[in-house]
């Protein structure tokens, strides 16, 4: 099976061009489209096409065509449509709220400069305002607790959560914390407070976590096992680091970790941003595949047949610190050199720090709309993450996997 530019490989005459977002690939002898804006999938022709190296396309066929979106008559409108999926759904509001950027831990890693700012109550306030004013155009608000340690400004959070109820804003969230100051009066807040799901982090093995964050492991285990109960969606995210990759294996020996009921969280396996690497990135593989033969339920990081967005390079979506400051991405959060603007600003630019940043290398690629140079626009513009042969291949073999399953599920 290949993956095809069709604009290089199959000539369909000079009245005809191949729209910018279709894919083409061979299998079992037979020469496939797909339209990654619909997500479309089409049995085209057999392979002696590819063999002619072109095709005339009959007036029936090219109309066909053209109503799927196979062909057009404009580049500049399927350019525009592909920025715009990139973007995001007009319609949808996300906020990554971050009420303070204190922090009971002193991670080596990581990459806030701390400070003790907090909300204050007028910009509580502004935040349930600016909610209201989304809300009342007819968008979805989603909201996302972030830090610093958001659970240090627990009361923030329940007042904006409990105006916003007041207000009758239909708005659903989710909170990314250490677990350490989970409590069950906390847990009970939740609740009440359309907090439906929780992420919490381990810093590897129990020996590795204790090293880097204050000896808490045990205790975030517990508090764990609290969310579970209380029926909270959990996520246990386990940071890798070129140290602590070769011990991770040992959670699933250890008794804290396994009081943790396989069946009722997922767990997914992430590097460091400033120690990402090809290597690591293999081990991180092979991880993922001794917890999935243990019946863990694995979130693996598997390419999409979707044009590639993120929150960074959405307009939409805001990360707002504690001083009604933004970012365009969560991992600038206390950075001033990164502080694109103010919620309280009347009118606000659109995001650019992390738009248009692909390595040319990645420009020309046939995926190049779907993986995004191995996705994080953050890692990317710090030279975190780039093109690489061997993750390049292993990225394409991922959609061709996808599109194969696609054809099968049709059938």
């Not at 993120?310 to 206390?334: H, R, T, V, W």
Request: charged share 25%.
């Amino acid at each position: 099976m290949k993956i095809l530019k069709l604009h290089n490989e199959v000539n369909i005459g000079k009245e005809n061009s191949w729209s910018e977002d279709v894919l083409s690939f061979v299998h079992e002898d037979s020469l496939y489209l797909y339209k990654l804006l619909s997500a479309r999938i089409i049995k085209f022709a057999n392979s002696e096409i590819l063999q002619a190296h072109s095709v005339k396309l009959d007036e029936k066929t090219r109309f066909n065509l053209e109503k799927l979106g196979m062909i057009n008559t404009s580049k500049d409108s399927i350019v525009k449509d592909l920025k715009q999926c990139q973007n995001g759904n007009a319609q949808e509001v996300n906020l990554t709220i971050a009420p303070t950027l204190k922090c009971n831990l002193s991670c080596a890693y990581c990459f806030e400069n701390k400070s003790n700012k907090s909300l204050s109550s007028e910009s509580e306030d502004f935040i349930v305002d600016y909610i209201h004013e989304q809300n009342s155009k007819g968008k979805e608000i989603h909201i996302t607790w972030y830090g610093g340690e958001p659970l240090l400004a627990m009361d923030s959070i329940r007042i904006i959560s409990n105006k916003l109820n007041r207000k009758s804003i239909n708005f659903s969230s989710d909170i990314i914390t250490n677990g350490v100051c989970i409590t069950d009066s906390i847990l009970k807040d939740f609740c009440n407070l359309k907090i439906n799901s929780v992420q919490i982090t381990l810093d590897g093995c129990k020996s590795c976590h204790n090293a880097a964050r204050s000896g808490t492991f045990s205790k975030v285990i517990r508090n764990a096992t609290k969310i579970i109960k209380n029926n909270i969606s959990l996520t246990v995210r386990v940071n890798c680091t070129n140290d602590n990759i070769a011990g991770i294996k040992n959670l699933l020996n250890c008794p804290d970790f396994i009081m943790l009921k396989k069946d009722k969280f997922k767990i997914y396996f992430d590097e460091i941003d400033s120690e990402t690497s090809n290597n690591l990135k293999e081990a991180i593989t092979q991880v993922e595949q001794q917890f999935i033969e243990n019946n863990y339920n694995v979130k693996r990081s598997k390419l999409s047949l979707k044009v590639f967005s993120c929150s960074a390079i959405k307009d939409n979506d805001l990360c707002i610190g504690p001083e009604l400051e933004l970012y365009d991405c969560y991992s600038n959060f206390g950075h001033k050199e990164y502080i694109s603007g103010n919620l309280r600003d009347s009118k606000r630019t659109a995001k650019t720090t992390y738009k248009n940043i692909l390595p040319k290398e990645c420009k020309s690629c046939e995926i190049a709309e779907i993986c995004h140079c191995g996705g994080c626009p953050y890692k990317i513009k710090n030279n975190y993450i780039k093109p690489n042969p061997v993750f390049c291949e292993k990225a394409k073999s991922q959609v061709e996997e996808r599109l194969v399953e696609l054809i099968r599920g049709g059938k």
